[in-house]
Structure formats: structure tokens, C-alpha cells
DNA sequence: AAAAATATGTACCAATTGGTACAATGACAA
DNA sequence: TTGTCATTGTACCAATTGGTACATATTTTT
């Protein structure tokens, strides 16, 4: 069902890697066109809701990217230790070795999290539940699970935030690798 | 050599705290007027940079706080041990046990790095600089040192996201504790 | 091909943006 | 008290903001 003309979700990737780049005010309308190729007219076509109906959207595509290649393999997968060992694969390739942002992360800090409040918070309350059982799967203490959930998400969290900053991509990479292997699985 | 009207420096805190909770964009001079009661007069008068002078100046004074508080006696200090241990103190108290984020990551995650590359990259590159050179005299290996530097920056930064995320504040200091406590010292 | 639905460009809007100009006020020292 | 300098409020500015209206394409369906 390939169109010429775009889609509402062919545009979504390009809208999040506004928002990564710009946050939520900064993502100007004017940025959104330019970086999109699309004109107000499409743009409110696709999401009579604005910017916040478009970043929505971006939230909710992430969600499901990370349902589907993160969060369910943690749950569901047969070997525990597999899902672990996938997610960090998958997040090592999903923020592109520490060149991409956690756009949630982005959102969290400021004041824009009040405005996708739920969204923010599910990311991470999703995350920590998946993860936490699969380290409880693999025999992990129930303490241990959790302390070792949150020192992982808030590792690959901060690793994103200091690579960005030093601006070098590199500590993601090294970062997620110490993370992985404290597990020795 | 108090004085009755208001002074630069006593704006700076309020200034910090409307670019942490806005960012910078978020931070429109509107915002910043109604935060800290000055008119436009006062604020182009202490900041004729406009807002961009504001950000610099809030960072000048980060920078100063961190400078003195942290990365100072990490280097200097008599016992190596003891600058760490002072380290995380300072830092839950800076970071007022997770209800406060930081404002150079706010900075750093979205393109508002540029604007400030200098300043962002020298917060994490003296910090860095500072916590393995206190590590290494604590008896670390340098290679050792090194990890766990990153690992210690980068989990606060990601707690910091975490708490903020989650609505959680303890999440940043129940990681703190971890951090620390990691380093048996 | 005609009709219906989807998609898009353009013009327009009030409100807000960051910033300037400047006169008036305040403090303070000579 | 007079003069100097720091401080502040007000009015103003062009540019941009997010958003709407709508006529015109462009597809898709019939």
C-alpha cells in the first residue's frame, strides 16, 4: 500500500529526530517544515493536534518500538539471559552507539515532561518492570534485581547524556559494554 | 556591602533555576521576568547579552560552585578517600536529594549544547579530570580509574533523568548510595 | 470520466518572542 | 546640594510563534 505521497507515519522518524535535537519549544514549526519537506497544510493535515499531537505520536511509536524489540523479549523470552543479552544489543544499535538521544530523556528533564507526564513515565516504569523480571528469571534476589535495574537504565541513561555532552559517542559504547558484562551471564 | 536593590548575583540562583525548569528555549523572557521579579530595565541592564549572557552566567557560577566544592578537594585534598566520600555528599546535597535536575545536562541533551559547547564539555571533562585523579590516588589501576569514573558520572546524570522521569526522587539517592557504596572506601 | 476523499500550498491571524531606547527614579559621594 | 552613576519601568520594535481558513491540487474510488 506504498504511496508517492507521504504518510502520517513516514513522517514520524524525521519529527523525532526534531524533537531529540530541538526539545519540545525549540521544535519550531517552522524547524518541523524544513525538516520535514512538508507545509503547514500537511502537516496539520496529518495531526490537527498540533505539535503536541505530533510529539504524541513520536512517544508512541518509540513505545512501541521498545514493546516489541525490548520490553516483550525481557518478558517473555524463553532464556532470561537472551533477553538481557538482546536488549542491550538493540540499545546499543537503537541510540546509534551513542550518536542519538534518548528523546524521552529529553523530555524528562524539563518542564515538557508535565505535558507527556504519562507517556515519560511509562517508558521507564515499563523498562524497569521487563527488566526486573527478566534479572529475577536469570536468579537474581528480588533486591538485587531491582537495584541492578536501576543502576542499568540509569547507566545507559547518563552514558547518553555525558556522550552527548563530551561529545564523544564512545563512552555510550563503553559504558553499555561495563553494564553488560557486571552481569556476567 | 549588602545593598537594598538587587544585585547580579542574587538573581543568578532564580536565573538557574528557570533555565533547569525550562530549558533554554522554554525560557522566554517572560518566563524569566515573572521568576525573578525584575522588569527588562534591570535584567538588559545586568545581562546587556540578553539571555544567552543569563545562561552564562549561571554556568559561570556552577562551574565556580563545582570547581570549589567538588572538584577541588578531589584533587587536592590530603586524603583522596575523604575528597570522594565529600564528593557524594556534596552532590546529593547540590542536587537536593533528586528534586533538582541538573542544568548542564538539560543543556547538553538537545541542540542548546552548542550554544554552550564550552562550558558543557569542561563541567564533565574537570570532573572527570578530577574524580580519577582522586580515584587513581586512592589506589585504583588506571584503566580501573578510569571506568569507574565514567560509571559514577554517568549514573548520576542518568539517576538525576530517572528520578525526574518517574517522579521519583529517591531514585536518586538510593543510586547515590549504590555509587558510593561500590567503592568501599 | 465523474465523484469523493485525501493531501497540500498560500494567505492570514492574534499573541508572543527577544531586544532596544530612553526617560525617570534611586542611591550615594563630593 | 549638586552631580554622578546605577537601577528600573514603559513604550516600542520587527520577527517569529503556533494555529486557522480555504481554495487548489492530487489521488483513489466508483
Redesign the pocket.
Known amino acids: 500500500m506504498a504511496?508517492?505521497?507521504?504518510?502520517r507515519s513516514d513522517v514520524l522518524p524525521v519529527l523525532g529526530e526534531v524533537f531529540r535535537e530541538h526539545g519540545f519549544e525549540g521544535?519550531?514549526?517552522?524547524?518541523i517544515t524544513g525538516a520535514t519537506g512538508?507545509?503547514?497544510?500537511?502537516l496539520?493535515?496529518?495531526f490537527?493536534g498540533?505539535?503536541?499531537e505530533m510529539a504524541m505520536a513520536v512517544l508512541d511509536e518509540i513505545d512501541t518500538w521498545f514493546q516489541v524489540n525490548v520490553y516483550q523479549p525481557l518478558r517473555d523470552g524463553q532464556d532470561a539471559r537472551a533477553g538481557i543479552d538482546h536488549m542491550f544489543t538493540a540499545v546499543e544499535q537503537y541510540f546509534r552507539s551513542g550518536h542519538r538521544v534518548c528523546l524521552v530523556g529529553v523530555f524528562a528533564l524539563n518542564n515538557t515532561r508535565d505535558r507527556f507526564a504519562d507517556q515519560v513515565q511509562s517508558y521507564f516504569a515499563d523498562w524497569t518492570a521487563a527488566l526486573n523480571k527478566a534479572l529475577t528469571r536469570a536468579g537474581y534476589e528480588t533486591a538485587a534485581a531491582r537495584s541492578l535495574t536501576e543502576d542499568i537504565l540509569g547507566g545507559i541513561q547518563g552514558a547518553l547524556v555525558l556522550a552527548r555532552a563530551m561529545n564523544d559517542p564512545k563512552i555510550f559504547s563503553r559504558s553499555l559494554k561495563r553494564l553488560r558484562e557486571q552481569l556476567d551471564l
Open positions: 504511496r508517492l505521497v507521504a504518510e521544535a519550531s514549526l517552522s524547524v512538508l507545509g503547514k497544510g500537511s496539520y493535515h496529518f490537527p498540533g505539535k503536541e
